[in-house]
């Protein structure tokens, strides 16, 4: 498995996510992309994902529920900005704490068949990346992305 | 004249803005969200907005153009994600440089009859601030919010 590094710098509000894949870009952009693929693999392992609204263009609005072990529900939603694969723009808010937003900025790098994903996260505050960090989302994101790493070999032999 | 107050932290994807007005808070959320009301006030002093889109609510696009003297056009764009009293959060990009967004967040702060304005803005990057900065936001900003001081006595009159 790889890993992938996580950097919150001190005092601001921003953290840099990166993770290396042995994939082409527009393979990584499809699982970013097609709701059939990203319920897949995105957020903590064994946890159920359902897709409420995904209107991938700029502008469109996106929604999807994490659903625990214990059935506890966990709901997300944002707006797409810019969703090219040169580089993905979307805001995120956690329904549970509703008018604290982050926006995320996705780009994906190519080099010598494997891509690079990154990820830069902008947050109203320090406060609130803090409170991101402190529920767990590098364990998310982690799972998540160990998820993707494992689903690439089915869909390299679909592509 | 009031004065704003302007931040822009070193090294940080971040501005802070702060300006104080003879105004109810209920007044400057009207004169914020209030389409007929916004034109009259936002942006740089002589330039003419048109709004193309406004659709006030979570999720909701809006988009206007400004107008100089000489007939050159800057287009912007984002959505709203929160729009109530208590707090504004809204995205803006530029349609001269598309796929850098920022992410604003408003608050009106009452106290004895007057209200501060606070804006948060945060960027992609540093790079994407200080080019916001190097393109005249500030000079922009303040003659904006000179405008909307000249607007408020009568909009004391009218309420």
Known sequence: MGTT???APEGQ????MRRDFAAPRALLHRAHTDPALITQWLGPKQYEM???EWDLRDGGRYRYIHRDDAGTAYTFHG???STSIDGMVQTFEFEGAPGHVSMDTL???EHDGRTTIHVRSVFQSVEDRDAMVAAGMGDGVNQGYDRLEALIPTLLVQA
């Not at 509000?13 to 840099?16: A, C, F, L, N």
């Open 50 to 52: 359902v897709i409420d």
């Open 5 to 7: 590094e996580i950097i």
């Open 13 to 16: 509000p921003v953290i840099d």
């Open 107 to 109: 780009w994906f790098e």
């Open 79 to 81: 707006v797409f900005h």
